[in-house]
């Protein structure tokens, strides 16, 4: 089954669904009637993604445990070139217990007798995607590179287009500070155009860090913010920011995620 839609900028959407009304492909196209994006997914008898291809060719790859727990993720360029592999284990319980990058870089998460997130530790990886705008109407490729104040210069990614905007994915980074990011815009003449989109980048990769709740299960605190929730749980007044959502609220020995909003939150007291 097909169906058209209009989003808020009256771009018009096509979605098609499978004999069991799961999502099998969604097109957005601009007001012109050029596709802006699109998604086509495999899927498991049970119904969970398997493959999720781009517009661009561009597809992300999904592997399960017989609980249905996700054990892998792999996003691939259009010639099967992997830009990044993510895997996962767990415990007994079904928390995540580690996330490795690339096969290399490792998180491992910890958690307390509740079920609830303790503290994690390791190394995360130092991939990043990067955008930019480049406005030549005769725009053939672009070439991102990353680069280290002492000369060095990583290994360049050529992004994907979406005029006027690009986005290179995974350009590897190095965990460290004074890191700049170079563009260089091809045209079809083989003209080139350069700039550098940022400097001064200061990538931390550790994932040391630990967390407490409330008795009821919320989040209190982790490295970097403090939480403060009102009688019902919903998270509330910090500093001089307000916001309007809810906690992860304990049911027996496992939780229930509400939809959260994580934002900075100043100490009101």
């Given at each position: ?42 899927r ?19 592997g399960?445990?017989?609980a249905h ?31 490795v ?26 991939k990043?995607?990067v ?8 725009l ?39 890191i ?50 009102d ?15 809810g ?7 496992r ?5 959260s ?9």
């Amino acid at each position: 089954m097909k169906s058209r839609s209009r989003n808020e900028v009256s771009s018009p959407a096509l979605c098609a669904h499978g004999a069991a009304a799961q999502l099998e492909q969604l097109i957005n196209y601009r007001p012109t009637g050029a596709v802006l994006s699109a998604f086509t997914y495999t899927r498991t008898p049970e119904g969970y993604p398997t493959k999720i291809t781009y517009e661009d060719g561009r597809y992300r790859e999904y592997g399960y445990d017989d609980a249905h727990q996700l054990t892998s993720e792999t996003h691939k360029t259009a010639q099967g070139t992997a830009i990044l592999t993510h895997e996962y284990t767990y415990d007994m319980a079904g928390n995540r217990h580690t996330k490795v990058y690339d096969g290399t870089d490792t998180v491992t998460y910890t958690t307390d007798e509740t079920n609830e997130l303790d503290s994690t530790t390791g190394t995360r990886g130092a991939k990043i995607d990067v955008t930019g705008t480049a406005a030549d109407a005769n725009l053939d490729h672009v070439a991102v590179t990353p680069s280290h104040d002492s000369g060095t210069e990583g290994t360049p990614v050529t992004a994907s287009l979406r005029p006027p905007f690009y986005i290179a994915r995974g350009v590897d980074l190095w965990d460290d500070t004074d890191i700049a990011i170079d563009a260089t815009a091809y045209d079809k003449a083989g003209n080139t155009a350069e700039a550098t989109q940022k400097t001064s980048i200061k990538l931390e990769t550790s994932a040391t860090e630990t967390f407490t709740h409330d008795d009821a299960g919320c989040l209190a605190q982790d490295a970097l913010h403090k939480y403060y929730y009102d009688d019902e749980h919903r998270l509330g007044i910090g500093g001089h920011h307000t916001y309007f959502t809810g906690c992860n609220v304990r049911s027996g020995a496992r939780r229930m995620r509400r939809n959260s909003l994580l934002a900075e939150l100043g100490d009101p007291g």
